[in-house]
């Protein structure tokens, strides 16, 4: 499964820059991005190309860290698309816990990362497939 | 364990021999007390113009209190009872508070100091063999040469090094294989926060105690640095007015601080009334120092709050022991007309695994009441990354805050390393109330 690197930081000015400085220093090349705003602080979500490396050169500097599985879903752009994934989630009982996605333009290719609750351990693979969509793949996102 | 004694006959002395000195040694003091013009003013109103008006020691009760504003009132010689030319020693307080106060030692008073000192780091299982790095301020401030001269005096090897200069610190640790240091309990912490960053692994040290003082700190502290660097740390008491470190000592047992009774009367008082309080109970803690001819202090109210263990100690010493400071009397935040001591307030935080150790604790106004906000910095090593784990880490903490404070405060999470971590005494109060 895809990897997201969630990074606490105070929301205050700056600290976007910091992370992005020491990603930038590690060669590390961003592939989406999103902010939580919880109040003092906020949660910098990242998906990088060496999820692992990134969380170490982080930790280094003396940030707080975590790697978590996500699952990342391609699908054409077209409406209704995420109506149909939503559904075929739904209909699995699996929960969204927190998700982000975008089309990009020059391929018109939609895609997002989903945080989820998988309760009853169902083949989220086969689900995504079955409503028409991927599930991309380790080797597709990472080097190997 | 092996117990160690600097003079096993003084520190074992029955209860009533050691009473008895108690009462011999106050009789002199005050006949020396009474060269002061201070003094004699004060101790007259008392009517007591003679070592030979107090009759036991109970009596020490009718001599009325001496305390810090006496002090200042009478800087700088207002309350030197020798020669000037017989001083060979003065220790002034910093006097951040306005007015400056001093202390004046003879040879013998300082000889006498000395050996209290050295009697205090044997307690905790020192010898001559043990490497002290000693990184507690030098200069006016007792704390760096009290325990140099008494180290000194057990045959130690003393590392003067002062505070300050994390890098230069560990890696002297490292180099002359330090086994004791004494420290504030907050450098001690910064110290191994920066460790990783000198690329210096803990098992480099041969640190094997620490001795703990100058600044308020929870128990929990002490067991946390205790794990940290796998040592001993020992809790220790001293305040300039009566010499500096070595008033109170704890010894291998780590059951609170055995208090020099030949050379200090302690005394446990409820700090409204001034009435003396029965072993165990808590209150502003009194003492009179009764080997300092230079400068003698009768009843002199400390303004820290600690209570006496009535039960005697598995080490076979017969001087009681004092609980750790819990409180000033001074530092005692009123919030919303709530009484709240910062240890409180510390013993909580250090509780809470999912945080780390440097903390603030700020207090404003919100409109007409008073608003409490405790800054936390998040552990890296506990961060889960999830946003529900962070609201429920606040929750917690407020609650624990709650029903030990009884009020409730807002919770902050900061980024690790970001709240000021001190290199001397810590403030970690900031209160920006207007005052009324």
């Given at each position: 499964m895809a990897q997201q690197l969630t990074i606490f930081v105070e929301n205050r000015p700056g600290r976007m820059k910091s992370v992005s400085d020491i990603l930038l220093e590690n060669h590390l090349n961003i592939w989406a991005f999103t902010i939580q705003d919880r109040g003092e602080f906020g949660l910098i979500k990242v998906v990088v190309d060496r999820p692992e490396q990134a969380r170490l050169a982080l930790a280094d500097h003396g940030f707080a860290c975590a790697l978590k599985d996500v699952l990342a879903v391609t699908a054409a752009d077209k409406p209704g698309n995420l109506d149909k994934l939503t559904t075929a989630l739904l209909d699995n009982d699996v929960n969204i816990a927190d998700a982000y996605g975008f089309v990009t333009p020059n391929d018109r290719q939609g895609m997002c990362f989903l945080e989820i609750k998988n309760t009853q351990g169902v083949d989220l693979e086969v689900v995504v497939a079955a409503a028409g969509f991927t599930v991309v793949k380790d080797e597709e996102l990472y080097e190997t | 364990m092996e117990v160690l004694f600097w003079n096993k006959e003084l520190e074992t002395l029955p209860r009533p021999k050691l009473e008895k000195m108690q009462f011999q040694r106050l009789q002199k003091t005050v006949d020396q007390a009474l060269k002061t013009h201070f003094y004699q003013r004060r101790l007259g109103k008392a009517g007591i113009t003679s070592g030979k008006d107090i009759c036991c020691l109970k009596d020490l009760q009718k001599v009325p209190f001496t305390n810090k504003d006496d002090l200042r009132k009478n800087f700088p010689f207002g309350m030197l009872a020798v020669d000037f030319e017989q001083v060979v020693r003065l220790h002034s307080s910093s006097g951040t508070t306005g007015i400056p106060t001093v202390i004046y030692l003879t040879q013998e008073d300082l000889n006498r100091w000395t050996d209290l000192v050295a009697r205090s780091v044997v307690a905790t299982g020192?010898?001559?063999?043990d490497v002290f790095q000693n990184m507690m301020t030098y200069g006016l401030f007792t704390g760096g040469l009290g325990l140099h001269y008494g180290a000194e005096r057990v045959g130690m090897t003393v590392i003067p090094i002062g505070g300050g200069n994390t890098q230069r610190q560990v890696h002297v640790m490292k180099d002359f294989k330090t086994t004791t240091v004494h420290i504030t309990p907050s450098y001690l912490l910064h110290i191994h926060s920066k460790l990783s960053e000198y690329n210096m692994d803990i098992d480099e040290l041969h640190l094997k105690r620490a001795f703990l003082g100058a600044e308020p700190y929870s128990e929990n502290t002490r067991l946390k640095l205790e794990e940290l660097y796998g040592i001993d740390a020992f809790n220790s008491y001293g305040l300039s007015e009566m010499n500096g470190p070595g008033v109170a000592f704890e010894c291998i047992y780590k059951q609170d601080m055995h208090v020099w009774e030949d050379a200090y009367i302690v005394e446990i008082i409820d700090p409204v009334t001034g009435e003396v309080l029965e072993d165990g109970a808590k209150g502003e803690v009194v003492f009179t120092i009764l080997t300092r001819d230079a400068m003698p202090l009768l009843r002199y109210r400390t303004r820290d709050l600690a209570f006496l263990h009535p039960e005697v100690c598995?080490?076979?010493?017969t001087h009681r022991r004092l609980s750790r400071i819990l409180g000033r009397t001074d530092d005692m935040l009123i919030i919303n007309g709530v009484n709240v001591f910062p240890s409180q307030i510390e013993e909580v935080i250090m509780s809470i695994?999912?945080?780390?150790t440097n903390y603030q604790i700020q207090i404003d106004k919100a409109g007409a009441l008073d608003r409490l906000t405790v800054k936390v910095e998040i552990y890296a090593k506990m961060f889960t990354g999830e946003a529900s784990a962070l609201d429920a880490l606040k929750v917690r903490i407020m609650e624990k805050l709650r029903a030990s404070i009884t009020i409730n405060p807002r919770i902050e999470l900061h980024e690790p390393g970001v709240l000021p971590a001190f290199e001397?005494?810590?403030?970690r109060v900031v209160d920006t109330r207007e005052a009324l």
């Open positions: - | 020192c010898t001559k063999k598995s080490c076979g010493r695994p999912e945080v780390g001397g005494k810590a403030k």
